[in-house]
């Protein structure tokens, strides 16, 4: 292993860049769509201050038909619009609009999770002391939820990279990429090894600091 590490170094640190720009911008969708989608999937809910069961139903229906359908068959399906939105249906940039629509529907439910762990309390204390929509939300319920948010981001973003892996269908590279063409096509089984634990490294450290942050910010 340690002669493949030697010998496909430059590509490895490639692919780990590859990596990293696909994840990390399926990551920044997952938060800046994600959350404000989930927070809405929650309001929506029967029972809740806002509730709105057609919306609800038609959100609902949107992630769950996202996230049920199979991440390869996505891709494909989604060529058009990436070929629209990016100009192209090939390369890493491209390969990270189907990342950014599955991490926007997995992350907000998870979102929605979190939130509906938050004691209905805090909602009726935050209303009784005339907070607006945006104290509500922001120094109420993301404060609260906090801890679950925080985990819920690092599960998902651990998913992230597990979808990235199936990327070079459409030319994405990445580190699962980089393990089929350079291992199991050139029948190394070294290199295959090498990215392995690559990624089990990559999945450690994400799990290690999001469960790290999520204990520090939990306050209960």
């Known amino acids: 292993m340690w002669d493949s590490m030697l010998k496909y170094q430059e590509q490895m640190w490639q692919s780990i860049g590859e990596t990293f720009v696909m994840v990390g911008i399926s990551v920044g969708a997952a938060v800046l769509l994600g959350l404000p989608l989930g927070t809405l999937l929650y309001f929506c809910r029967k029972g809740q201050l806002y509730e709105n069961r057609s919306l609800s139903l038609t959100l609902n229906s949107i992630v769950n038909i996202i996230r049920s359908f199979p991440f390869l068959l996505l891709v494909v ?5 990436t070929r629209f939105l990016v100009g192209t249906a090939i390369g890493t940039v491209a390969a990270t609009v189907p990342l950014s629509v599955v991490a926007v529907a997995y992350y907000s439910r998870l979102v929605e999770q979190s939130l509906l762990e938050v004691p209905k309390g805090t909602i009726e204390a935050a209303l ?27 599960a998902s973003t651990i998913s992230f990279i597990s979808f990235s892996t199936v990327m070079g269908v459409v030319g994405g590279g990445g580190v699962g990429d980089f393990a089929i063409r350079y291992g199991y096509q050139r029948f190394e089984t070294e290199v295959m090894a090498y990215a392995i634990v690559v990624m089990i490294v990559l999945v450690q450290i994400i799990q290690f600091t999001g469960s790290t942050a999520a204990r520090l910010l939990d306050k209960r």
């Open 77 to 81: 399906a989604l060529i058009p619009v």
């Open 128 to 154: 009784s002391m005339g907070a607006s929509k945006f104290e509500l939300i922001f120094k109420f319920l993301y404060k609260e939820a906090r801890s679950g948010l925080v985990l819920g981001l690092t």
